[in-house]
Structures are given as C-alpha cells and as structure tokens.
C-alpha cells in the first residue's frame, strides 16, 4: 500500500495566536513544522502550537529559518555554513525544550523559505543543516526537497530523510521549484493542485511548468496552511488521497 505523509507550516503568527486555524488544520495532517521565532513565532506561539499538535497526535517538527522576521524568511542572505549550523542547532533547541514540557517528543526537522531554497542547491549548507540535526538528535528526520542537496546530506550524514513535494507549487525541469517571483509560481486551482499531488504520489512523476514530465520521489507532501481556502483543500487532498486508497500516516 501506498503511504504518504501530510506536513504543514505553523505557529508562523505573533503575541495573540490564532489557535482556531492552525488547531482546525491539526485534523487533516500529520505532521506540523513549526516556526521557532527566527523568521515566525515567538515563545508562546511556540507553546501553544505544540501543545496543539500532542492533543491531536500530529507529529511534531522543528521548522528553522533564516533570522529575517521582516521578510518572513523568504530572502536570501549571505551565511556562512558555521552560521547556518549554529542557527539551526539553537531554533531546533528552542523549539525541543517546549515539546519535552508539552509532553510530546520532536520527530523531524525541515527548514524555512530561503533557508529551505538555497540548501536545496548549496551542498555546504545543506551539510551544515544536516550536521546541526544529527549532532541534535540522530533519531530526528531531516525533511528536504525531494532530489535536493539536503536530501543527498542527510543521508550521507547518517539520517532518516523525508523526500518532500508541494501540493501548490510548479516546478521546474532541474526538479527545484519555480520562484515565487516568477509567474505561475502557485496553483490556485484545489483540482489541479490535487492532480499534481496524485500524480507524484502514485507515479512518482510531477509535470513541470516548461511541460516535461520528470522523476519525483514524495514521502510527504506539504500543505501550506496560510491561504484563504486552506482548510477546504486540506480536507480535499486527503480524501482524494485515500480514496485512492493511499494511506496518509505520519512518516
């Protein structure tokens, strides 16, 4: 039987936390990525969120960023592999601390917006991030971008990796995304986004925006829980997903 995984980003708020939203989301996925205050959240939110995600049995993962809270870490910034290291190890820590008072244990990793986009591609900090959660914990997943240099890291490194695709994204024929800079970025149609989301699940093959078909390997699929229909789709792709009999299950 096929088996996938359903993640989403959270606790991406501040002070006053919108906990009917993301609790609400808690319901159709399986594991959360939550911020831990580089580039979203702040201490409570943190709580708050992890708390929600031990009630409903979701998984719960470290989602670490760069340190831009203005730019909500979607902007490249010049890093070193030592600083990428470092912030990684400290937001992993922040974020390990509440789920051990919360009850829960930490299950993965994955990191934030540009942070996630440059290790893609960069082997030095994709290594840098795989070190950072192998000298945390060896147990923990490392998620990446499915084909990437984070996922060629964590497995060099010794861990358990989680080859993700995106259930709202286009993608481009190297297998990275297309920015979202550029036009046609984002799928704003649920039936098409839920095509895509099938089509790399069950033959792990996604159609690009330059219309080749190329290779994709899916062990989670995220969902991002921020737009206007998201708790709609959510519900939809994971009743398309079992319905298809595929089933969805925390990696």
């Not at 939203?21 to 409570?44: F, L, Q």
């Not at 917006?113 to 893609?120: C, E, P, R, S, V």
Request: net charge negative.
């Amino acid at each position: 039987m096929l088996r996938v995984d359903l993640n989403c980003d959270m606790g991406e708020s501040f002070g006053r936390y919108n906990l009917g939203t993301d609790a609400d989301m808690m319901d159709y996925i399986t594991s959360a990525n939550i911020a831990c205050g580089y580039h979203a959240g702040d201490p409570t939110v943190m709580r708050r969120t992890v708390r929600s995600a031990v009630r409903s049995g979701v998984a719960i993962g470290a989602h670490p960023g760069l340190p831009d809270l203005a730019g909500f870490g979607r902007r490249r910034m010049e890093v070193s592999a030592d600083e990428v290291h470092d912030m990684v190890t400290y937001q992993i820590g922040a974020l390990q601390a509440f789920v051990k008072q919360e009850g829960g244990k930490l299950s993965h990793v994955k990191a934030h917006g540009a942070l996630y986009n440059m290790a893609a591609v960069d082997k030095g900090l994709a290594e840098a991030i795989a070190c950072a959660v192998y000298e945390t914990d060896p147990a923990l997943i490392l998620y990446g971008l499915a084909g990437s240099e984070m996922i060629a890291a964590g497995k060099a490194a010794g861990l358990r990796t989680a080859s993700e695709v995106f259930a709202d994204r286009t993608y481009r024929e190297d297998g990275t995304l297309t920015p979202r800079s550029m036009p046609g970025a984002l799928i704003t149609d649920p039936d098409q986004a839920v095509k895509q989301v099938l089509q790399m699940v069950k033959e792990s093959r996604v159609s690009t925006a330059e219309g080749r078909v190329i290779t994709i390997e899916a062990d989670t699929v995220c969902v991002h829980g921020d737009g206007e229909h998201a708790l709609s789709f959510a519900g939809k792709l994971r009743a398309a997903l079992e319905k298809e009999g595929i089933m969805v299950s925390a990696f």
